[in-house]
């Protein structure tokens, strides 16, 4: 999704600035088009940088959800499972 956004984010800037650059082969309504496209492109690209990239909250949330496990306890619980003859399946 974000390869997405990139290669679409890079279409309407070359597209825009091609018709921007270009005014006297368009026609009005075209070239204010491209202006308003290559204004919102780049507000888009401000606010979610600053919504994502910026924000010091974001990264804190992204944390894993599970805890490490380590080699004894998963012994000792497989051990255990299996004397009291569940046959290796953890509870």
Partial sequence: ???????LFIAVMVVASYIL???SDFPASVVKSAGAAFFADV???LIGVWKIALNAGFLAK????TGIISHRSAQHRS????SKGHGGKRT
């Fill in 1 to 7: 999704m974000g390869y997405s956004a990139v290669v």
């Fill in 21 to 23: 650059f270009n005014t």
């Fill in 43 to 45: 507000l888009g690209m």
């Fill in 62 to 65: 992204a944390a894993p959800v």
């Fill in 79 to 82: 051990s255990v499972n299996l």
